[in-house]
């Protein structure tokens, strides 16, 4: 068996020093133990956040797979199986089913839903973790209406692109950013978003005033940090932000990071209403979002995308990659 640990704790932009792929040798199974072997991984930002807080230099890499069980201890999950472990970076894995959720919140297995004709990887995506924290972000804290002006950031990412689409699905109007035009073309002509704008080489103030010139309703915010400033400036009173990631910060060192005037001043002014989330907030309702967004994809209302490295040695490279923008919609590693 296969996994990568954290050799070094990250000093801003991840390298390749920082993690390192080791062999390690697993013991028997003991009864209500299963043995699951990886087929699909993902890799996310939210890795980057907590190998600060959560990690000891030496510990395996956290995150969730799709594995196959290739030998049970546990009635209830018989060999063939497929489900989607939150047991880190490893080809294999040792799985006791009653143990507690992981530092998430999340069960430590639960059956993959079976999404018949697409990849297992859905899991990982759309139907998992990313696209409950797209259905609820959204639509429990912005509650978008028709007719009503919608920012997303990251939006050809794995949450955003489908934050974009539920929205149009609810009537609104869809201004999405992204980092390279070739995203921008993505999620304006195949997921039909009203507006797509690359933050890269377009001012983002200017761009906004110019797609959203009545202002802006609902704010999705993945990026944090300079752009969330920008878009709340542009606020329409009673507006709703959704505070769902700071990807632009994340390589900062907290301790030391600069720090800017939060505008307070203009979340009274507009009664504007923010709220930060964690998906897991609402996880016994996951299983409403995976159901609706299942079927909106059957009737092409609702599209995905993934970016697929291939190979669990390419997993840090996937990473890296991922939180460097080369991803378009979910990037998952097939093994
Ligand atoms: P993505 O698939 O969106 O991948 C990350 C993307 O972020 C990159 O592709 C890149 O795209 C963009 N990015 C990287 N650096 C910057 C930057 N400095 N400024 C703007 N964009 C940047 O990842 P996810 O969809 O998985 O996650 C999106 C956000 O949602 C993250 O902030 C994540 O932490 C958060 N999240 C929060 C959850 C919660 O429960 N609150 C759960 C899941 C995710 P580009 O080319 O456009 O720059």
């Given amino acids: 068996a296969k996994k990568w640990i954290l050799a070094h704790h990250f000093d801003g932009v991840p390298k390749d020093s920082d993690l390192e792929l080791v062999e390690e040798e697993l013991p028997e199974l003991q009864d209500g133990e299963i043995l699951l072997e990886a087929q699909a991984l993902s ?23 799709v594995g196959k069980v290739i030998e049970s201890k546990s009635p209830q999950h018989p060999v063939g199986m497929m489900l989607v472990g939150s047991v880190g970076w490893r080809t294999h894995a040792i799985v006791n089913v009653n143990q507690g959720p992981d530092l998430l919140g999340t069960p430590i297995v639960v059956p993959a839903t ?33 007719g009503e002006v919608v920012v997303v950031s990251a939006a050809a990412g794995a949450v955003g692109s489908l934050v974009g ?28 978003f009203d507006h797509a704008i690359n933050y890269k080489t377009r001012d983002v103030a200017e761009s906004l005033k110019e797609a959203a010139p009545d202002g802006v309703d609902c704010y999705f915010d993945n990026v944090g940090g300079d752009f969330l400033y920008t878009v709340m400036r542009q606020m329409n ?17 907290l301790d030391n990071q600069k720090s800017g005037v939060f505008p307070g001043i203009l979340l009274i002014v507009n009664e504007l209403r923010m709220e930060g989330f964690i998906s897991t907030r609402w996880l016994s309702r996951w299983p409403e979002a995976f159901k609706e967004m299942a079927a909106w994809m059957k009737e092409g209302k609702l599209k995905y995308r993934e970016t697929t490295t291939k190979g669990f040695e390419n997993m840090r490279e996937a990473f890296y990659g991922m939180l460097r923008g080369d991803n378009t919609g979910k990037a998952v590693v097939n093994v």
């Fill in 237 to 253: 009173k009673y507006g709703r932000i959704s505070v769902c990631g700071a990807i632009s910060q994340y390589n900062d060192n």
């Fill in 165 to 192: 689409q539920i929205a149009k699905i609810k009537g609104c109007t869809v201004i999405g950013y992204a980092g390279t035009d070739e995203k921008c073309k993505w999620i304006k002509e195949e997921l039909g």
């Fill in 114 to 146: 079976p999404a018949p004709g697409l990849p297992v990887s859905v899991n990982l995506g759309v139907l998992g973790m990313p696209g409950a924290t797209a259905y609820f972000g959204l639509l429990e804290l912005c509650q978008p209406k028709a």
């Fill in 43 to 65: 890799v996310d930002p939210y890795m980057r956040v907590f190998a600060r807080s959560a990690l000891k230099e030496g510990d395996t890499i956290m995150g969730s797979q």
